[in-house]
């Protein structure tokens, strides 16, 4: 297991020297921020990247994300260019080492939450997610945005973009995923690059959209579509764990005993009877998931990738991006070492 850290490049708060004081802390993941979708990433940016990585004593293996044109997920025509560009920025990583390309699939939007700033009992905020609140929720007429959205588009653009998929609906955002597997996995391979799709967050359809990568009918379906070491998933219990009828310790035993899981994002998340859900402190105890159980069905199947402790609260009055704070991820970074230290000492018991 190799810990991670996300870093938004330059313009993040969060120093890279803050980030190699957390113990145990190895590897940054990050992405070049300043391409629209669909562009080839330019090989000066991304060697300035692994230049401020590798100077800062840090190793930089994975990728997160390289952001898939809707073009592509939609099928439209034009797809074939941004593919071959993908495929161009595939090549480009794999000259500095980039081990791991963590992407997603999901329709316009990635991760969804209803409120960034939810006051937790112990008075640190967390991410939330409210279905009364997201009834509320207007993605086109509202100022909406959140941070892991795209917020290039015009409202017009938005609802056109919307109304597209949904005429596509799941079927064929399935087989449009499977267009871009068949060309992107085999380039993949032959740079020795794992691609990781990271699941839909939350793990339903919102405002409409189709979703697919939600649960393990359809992570068994996905990996199916193309089977190779070289096409599997980001292991993401902040995401599919926000529904008690996903297992994650069964998923994160299956998937990795498969060798398809090169990273794994980990969190805890507080389910609530009605379905809602807030994002809580790493411990189980905190949670509705047991952190612990997750880390040993990675460790007794052979997991070797890499993990980052993903969202953390914000404490001690630390201000930020939401979910990408220091301190709690520098936290929940260390109790997730821990627990793996255990594992190690003790054989997996
Ligand atoms: C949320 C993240 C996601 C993830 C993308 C991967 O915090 O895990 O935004 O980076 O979905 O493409």
Redesign the pocket.
């Known amino acids: 297991m190799k810990m991670s850290f996300?870093w938004y490049g330059k313009q993040d708060s969060i120093s890279l020297e803050h980030i190699r004081q957390i113990p145990n802390m190895k590897n940054i993941v990050s992405a070049v921020y300043d391409v629209p979708p669909g562009e080839a990433w330019p090989e000066e940016s991304i060697q300035e990247l692994y230049r401020d990585i590798t100077a800062a004593g840090l190793e930089f293996k994975v990728v997160?994300?390289v952001?898939v044109h809707e073009d592509i997920k939609l099928g439209l025509q034009n797809r074939d260019t941004y593919i071959d560009n993908y495929i161009d920025t595939i090549a480009r990583l794999s000259k500095i080492g980039i081990e791991v390309i963590?992407?997603?699939f999901?329709p316009v939007f990635?991760?969804t939450r209803t409120q960034l700033d939810k006051q937790l009992e112990d008075g640190s905020t967390a991410l939330v997610y409210y279905k009364e609140q997201l009834k509320k929720m207007d993605p086109v007429y509202s100022d909406l945005s959140l941070?892991?959205w795209d917020t290039s588009y015009t409202r017009e653009e938005l609802q056109a973009l919307i109304s597209k998929y949904t005429e596509l609906g799941e079927a064929g955002l399935w087989s449009n995923l499977e267009y871009f597997l068949n060309r992107v996995i085999p380039a993949a391979e032959e740079h020795g690059i794992k691609m990781a799709?990271?699941p839909d967050?939350p793990p339903w359809s919102i405002f409409g959209l189709p979703r697919i990568i939600t649960n393990e009918a359809n992570l068994d379906r996905f990996l199916n579509l193309y089977d190779s070491e070289a096409n599997g998933i980001?292991l993401?219990s902040?995401?599919l764990g926000c529904t008690s009828d996903n297992d994650m310790v069964k998923l994160a035993a299956k998937y990795t005993s498969l060798n398809r899981v090169p990273f794994a994002?980990l969190r805890n998340i507080k389910i609530h009877e009605n379905g809602d859900f807030e994002e809580s402190a790493h411990i189980s105890s905190y949670g509705s998931l047991d952190m612990a159980a997750i880390l040993q069905a990675l460790y007794k199947n052979g997991f070797t990738g890499y993990i980052r402790p993903?969202?953390g609260r914000m404490i001690w009055g630390e201000t930020g991006k939401p979910?990408?704070g220091l301190y709690d991820r520098a936290i929940g970074s260390t109790y997730l070492s821990g627990i793996w230290e255990m594992l190690e000492k003790s054989g997996g018991k």
């Open positions: 996300r997160e994300s952001p963590c992407y997603n999901m990635d991760w941070p892991g799709i990271h967050d980001t993401c902040g995401s994002h993903d969202h979910g990408y």
